[in-house]
């Protein structure tokens, strides 16, 4: 099994950056694709970026092209979500999601593994 603990979030103001980070641990292996998804209140769950295990393929939902930055560390199994120029939209719950295999999925039933979410809070 593996687990997943993210970390990063906080209270910024618009304009402003946030790093998350999520550390996975287990029976992590060489192949293992994460993702981020977030949950603003009363909406589903959306995927924000995804990132194959090699980590040389990314991508992201509309709204934060090219504002955020999907990247991984795989010898420290850790994954990052830089998030710049951040607006009152990008408030949420952001999760971290994997599972094991080569590439990523925009589906969240794709993932296996869910971290306990970390909370992004940007004010106008």
Do not use: H
């Amino acid at each position: 099994q593996v687990q997943l603990v993210e970390s990063g979030g906080g209270l910024v103001q618009a304009g402003g950056s946030l790093r998350l980070s999520c550390a996975a641990s287990g029976r992590t292996s060489k192949n293992y694709a994460m993702a981020w998804f977030r949950q603003a209140p009363g909406k589903e769950r959306e995927f924000v970026a995804g990132i194959t295990s090699s980590g040389g393929n990314t991508a992201y939902t509309e709204s934060v092209k090219g504002r955020f930055t999907i990247a991984r560390d795989n010898a420290k199994n850790t994954a990052f979500l830089q998030m710049n120029s951040l607006k009152p939209e990008d408030t949420a719950v952001y999760y971290c999601a994997g599972r094991g295999g080569g590439t990523y999925s925009y589906t969240q039933n794709y993932y296996t593994n869910w971290g306990q979410g970390t909370q992004v809070t940007v004010s106008s």
